[in-house]
């Protein structure tokens, strides 16, 4: 697996996921969404998305995103998380 073009095509992938709303992204609880994503170079990758309660309490959901190749990777994806309040803040991250 090419490490470079996976990680520019996995933050591709997520930057659409941190547009979506809370609401929208409550779904992935139930039901991550995979694709598959032909490279330029003619790689095949897999991305997936999900969400897990990372405070049950307060509601905050880590949406997480991991991508690789088929092969060994698949057993270790390259992964990328944020989480999101309910009122649409980013835990952990300061705006700039």
Known sequence: MDRDEAKTILAR??????????????????????????APSGNIYQLEF??????????NLRII????????????PLTRDFILTPDGTFVGEEET
Not at 50 to 59: H, I, L
Request: with cysteine; hydrophobic share 35%; aromatic share 14%.
């Open 13 to 38: 992938a997520f930057a659409g996921y941190r547009k979506r709303s809370y609401d929208e992204l409550l779904c992935l609880l139930e039901a991550p969404e995979t694709k598959e994503v032909k």
């Open 65 to 76: 995103g991991g991508i690789d190749d088929g092969g060994f990777r698949a057993f270790v």
């Open 50 to 59: 999900q969400a897990v309660w990372d405070d049950r309490y307060k509601k």
